[in-house]
Protein backbone atom coordinates (compact mmCIF):
# COMPACT_ATOMS: atom_id res chain seq x y z
CA UNK A 1 0.00 0.00 0.00
CA UNK A 2 0.74 3.49 -0.31
CA UNK A 3 2.84 5.44 2.37
CA UNK A 4 2.55 8.29 3.77
CA UNK A 5 5.97 10.10 4.11
CA UNK A 6 6.16 13.42 6.66
CA UNK A 7 9.04 12.80 8.35
CA UNK A 8 10.73 15.06 6.46
CA UNK A 9 10.27 18.82 7.10
CA UNK A 10 11.11 19.68 3.95
CA UNK A 11 8.97 17.21 2.12
CA UNK A 12 7.24 18.84 -0.15
CA UNK A 13 3.05 19.43 0.42
CA UNK A 14 -0.17 19.58 -1.02
CA UNK A 15 -1.80 22.83 -2.20
CA UNK A 16 -4.01 22.16 0.94
CA UNK A 17 -0.74 21.73 3.56
CA UNK A 18 -1.34 17.64 3.11
CA UNK A 19 1.70 16.22 2.81
CA UNK A 20 2.41 14.33 -1.15
CA UNK A 21 1.48 10.86 -1.28
CA UNK A 22 4.66 8.39 -2.59
CA UNK A 23 3.44 5.62 -4.79
CA UNK A 24 5.24 2.66 -4.99
CA UNK A 25 6.29 1.52 -8.80
CA UNK A 26 3.59 -1.32 -8.63
CA UNK A 27 1.02 0.83 -8.02
CA UNK A 28 2.49 3.51 -10.46
CA UNK A 29 2.30 1.18 -13.39
CA UNK A 30 -0.96 -0.31 -12.39
CA UNK A 31 -2.59 3.37 -12.28
CA UNK A 32 -0.73 3.91 -16.04
CA UNK A 33 -2.19 0.72 -17.11
CA UNK A 34 -5.74 1.32 -16.53
CA UNK A 35 -5.36 5.04 -17.93
CA UNK A 36 -4.10 3.56 -20.99
CA UNK A 37 -6.87 1.14 -21.28
CA UNK A 38 -9.57 3.75 -20.39
CA UNK A 39 -12.41 3.64 -22.71
CA UNK A 40 -13.59 6.64 -21.22
CA UNK A 41 -10.49 8.73 -21.45
CA UNK A 42 -8.03 9.48 -24.00
CA UNK A 43 -5.86 7.30 -22.24
CA UNK A 44 -1.88 6.67 -23.30
CA UNK A 45 -0.60 5.01 -26.37
CA UNK A 46 1.33 1.94 -25.36
CA UNK A 47 4.85 3.06 -26.60
CA UNK A 48 4.27 5.73 -24.08
CA UNK A 49 3.23 3.44 -21.36
CA UNK A 50 6.50 1.52 -21.54
CA UNK A 51 8.68 4.19 -21.63
CA UNK A 52 6.84 5.20 -17.84
CA UNK A 53 6.89 1.59 -17.13
CA UNK A 54 10.75 1.21 -18.35
CA UNK A 55 11.42 4.89 -15.75
CA UNK A 56 8.96 3.33 -13.11
CA UNK A 57 11.27 0.58 -12.66
CA UNK A 58 14.27 2.43 -12.49
CA UNK A 59 15.97 3.14 -15.90
CA UNK A 60 16.90 6.11 -16.66
CA UNK A 61 14.41 8.67 -18.76
CA UNK A 62 17.58 9.80 -20.56
CA UNK A 63 17.94 5.73 -21.38
CA UNK A 64 14.34 5.22 -22.76
CA UNK A 65 14.10 5.29 -26.55
CA UNK A 66 11.28 4.05 -28.73
CA UNK A 67 12.06 0.62 -30.82
CA UNK A 68 10.78 2.80 -33.72
CA UNK A 69 13.86 5.39 -33.29
CA UNK A 70 16.36 3.04 -32.08
CA UNK A 71 18.94 2.65 -34.72
CA UNK A 72 19.43 -0.12 -36.94
CA UNK A 73 22.93 -1.29 -37.73
CA UNK A 74 23.73 -0.32 -41.05
CA UNK A 75 24.44 -3.07 -43.61
CA UNK A 76 27.77 -2.84 -45.77
CA UNK A 77 27.39 -0.79 -49.25
CA UNK A 78 27.20 -3.52 -51.89
CA UNK A 79 30.55 -4.20 -53.53
CA UNK A 80 30.93 -4.21 -57.30
CA UNK A 81 32.27 -7.89 -57.15
CA UNK A 82 29.06 -9.39 -55.96
CA UNK A 83 27.02 -7.77 -58.73
CA UNK A 84 28.09 -9.81 -61.74
CA UNK A 85 26.19 -10.54 -64.95
CA UNK A 86 22.99 -12.92 -64.40
CA UNK A 87 24.22 -15.14 -67.42
CA UNK A 88 26.10 -18.40 -65.84
CA UNK A 89 24.76 -17.35 -62.36
CA UNK A 90 20.98 -18.64 -62.79
CA UNK A 91 18.86 -19.56 -65.75
CA UNK A 92 15.90 -19.02 -67.46
CA UNK A 93 13.19 -21.78 -68.64
CA UNK A 94 10.49 -22.34 -71.10
CA UNK A 95 8.37 -24.56 -70.18
CA UNK A 96 5.07 -25.37 -72.04
CA UNK A 97 2.24 -27.03 -70.43
CA UNK A 98 -0.36 -29.09 -71.30
CA UNK A 99 -4.28 -28.38 -71.97
CA UNK A 100 -6.32 -28.27 -68.48
CA UNK A 101 -3.15 -27.08 -66.68
CA UNK A 102 -4.02 -24.84 -63.76
CA UNK A 103 -1.92 -22.69 -61.16
CA UNK A 104 -2.89 -25.49 -58.27
CA UNK A 105 -0.65 -28.17 -60.61
CA UNK A 106 1.98 -25.55 -60.80
CA UNK A 107 2.34 -25.01 -57.06
CA UNK A 108 2.17 -28.77 -56.25
CA UNK A 109 5.81 -29.99 -55.69
CA UNK A 110 5.36 -33.54 -57.34
CA UNK A 111 4.40 -31.76 -61.28
CA UNK A 112 8.22 -30.69 -61.31
CA UNK A 113 9.83 -33.97 -60.26
CA UNK A 114 11.19 -35.23 -64.03
CA UNK A 115 12.99 -31.79 -63.81
CA UNK A 116 14.31 -31.77 -60.43
CA UNK A 117 18.21 -32.97 -61.80
CA UNK A 118 17.87 -29.80 -64.64
CA UNK A 119 17.15 -26.76 -62.19
CA UNK A 120 19.06 -24.90 -59.49
CA UNK A 121 17.42 -22.47 -56.90
CA UNK A 122 16.91 -18.98 -57.99
CA UNK A 123 16.59 -19.57 -61.62
CA UNK A 124 13.39 -19.10 -63.78
CA UNK A 125 10.31 -20.37 -65.79
CA UNK A 126 8.17 -19.11 -67.96
CA UNK A 127 5.35 -21.28 -68.24
CA UNK A 128 2.71 -21.00 -71.25
CA UNK A 129 -0.32 -23.10 -71.33
CA UNK A 130 0.16 -24.97 -75.37
CA UNK A 131 -3.69 -24.13 -75.36
CA UNK A 132 -3.10 -19.88 -74.60
CA UNK A 133 -5.33 -19.76 -71.64
CA UNK A 134 -2.44 -18.37 -69.26
CA UNK A 135 1.41 -17.52 -69.07
CA UNK A 136 2.95 -17.99 -65.60
CA UNK A 137 5.96 -16.44 -64.17
CA UNK A 138 7.88 -19.08 -61.66
CA UNK A 139 11.08 -18.73 -59.23
CA UNK A 140 12.42 -22.12 -58.27
CA UNK A 141 12.68 -21.92 -53.98
CA UNK A 142 13.83 -25.63 -53.02
CA UNK A 143 14.62 -28.88 -54.68
CA UNK A 144 14.14 -32.21 -53.67
CA UNK A 145 15.25 -35.44 -55.28
CA UNK A 146 11.73 -35.96 -56.90
CA UNK A 147 10.28 -32.54 -56.28
CA UNK A 148 10.91 -29.16 -56.38
CA UNK A 149 8.75 -25.73 -55.12
CA UNK A 150 8.67 -22.72 -56.61
CA UNK A 151 7.05 -18.94 -56.11
CA UNK A 152 4.34 -18.51 -58.59
CA UNK A 153 5.50 -14.60 -59.41
CA UNK A 154 2.66 -13.67 -61.85
CA UNK A 155 -0.10 -15.52 -63.65
CA UNK A 156 -1.27 -13.84 -66.47
CA UNK A 157 -4.52 -14.91 -67.58
CA UNK A 158 -4.62 -14.78 -71.41
CA UNK A 159 -8.08 -16.04 -72.51
CA UNK A 160 -10.48 -15.43 -69.54
CA UNK A 161 -14.09 -16.58 -70.87
CA UNK A 162 -16.75 -13.59 -70.18
CA UNK A 163 -19.45 -15.31 -68.65
CA UNK A 164 -22.07 -13.58 -70.58
CA UNK A 165 -20.31 -15.24 -73.47
CA UNK A 166 -22.78 -16.92 -76.34
CA UNK A 167 -23.84 -20.18 -74.78
CA UNK A 168 -23.23 -23.22 -76.86
CA UNK A 169 -26.30 -24.68 -78.82
CA UNK A 170 -26.94 -28.79 -77.99
CA UNK A 171 -25.04 -30.55 -80.34
CA UNK A 172 -22.46 -27.95 -80.70
CA UNK A 173 -18.99 -28.08 -79.16
CA UNK A 174 -15.71 -26.00 -78.59
CA UNK A 175 -12.92 -28.04 -77.82
CA UNK A 176 -8.75 -28.34 -77.94
CA UNK A 177 -8.00 -30.69 -80.33
CA UNK A 178 -4.18 -30.59 -79.78
CA UNK A 179 -1.22 -28.62 -80.85
CA UNK A 180 -1.98 -29.22 -84.16
CA UNK A 181 -5.81 -28.68 -84.69
CA UNK A 182 -5.62 -26.51 -81.57
CA UNK A 183 -8.97 -24.82 -80.50
CA UNK A 184 -12.26 -26.13 -83.05
CA UNK A 185 -15.53 -25.95 -83.41
CA UNK A 186 -17.48 -28.57 -83.76
CA UNK A 187 -20.91 -30.41 -84.78
CA UNK A 188 -21.23 -33.55 -83.49
CA UNK A 189 -18.53 -35.79 -84.64
CA UNK A 190 -17.91 -33.21 -87.45
CA UNK A 191 -15.37 -30.22 -87.20
CA UNK A 192 -16.60 -26.98 -88.70
CA UNK A 193 -13.22 -25.23 -88.49
CA UNK A 194 -9.62 -25.25 -86.51
CA UNK A 195 -6.73 -23.70 -85.63
CA UNK A 196 -7.90 -21.27 -83.16
CA UNK A 197 -5.37 -19.51 -81.36
CA UNK A 198 -8.07 -19.35 -78.18
CA UNK A 199 -11.53 -20.76 -76.59
CA UNK A 200 -13.04 -17.22 -76.61
CA UNK A 201 -11.37 -17.09 -80.43
CA UNK A 202 -13.62 -20.41 -81.61
CA UNK A 203 -16.37 -19.73 -79.27
CA UNK A 204 -16.90 -16.22 -81.40
CA UNK A 205 -16.84 -17.82 -84.21
CA UNK A 206 -19.07 -20.30 -83.85
CA UNK A 207 -21.55 -17.68 -82.52
CA UNK A 208 -20.86 -16.19 -85.63
CA UNK A 209 -21.60 -19.46 -87.85
CA UNK A 210 -24.87 -20.10 -86.36
CA UNK A 211 -26.16 -16.28 -86.46
CA UNK A 212 -25.70 -16.62 -90.59
CA UNK A 213 -27.09 -20.23 -90.55
CA UNK A 214 -30.50 -19.03 -89.05
CA UNK A 215 -30.98 -16.33 -91.47
Do not use: G, S, T, Y
Given at each position: MSEIKNDNPDAMSGTDGSPV???TPEETIAELE???RNPEGPGESFEDLNKRQAVAAGMPASEVVDIADAPREQVPD???RRMVPAEGRF???DATLDHGTTRED???TSFWKHNTTRVKPFDEIRAICEDGSFVAYLIVQAIGPKDMKVHVREF???DKIDPNALAIPQGYKVDWGGRIAMWRARQGS???KEGFQTESEARRWLGSHLQVMNR
Open positions: IEKQKALPAMVWLERVEMDVL
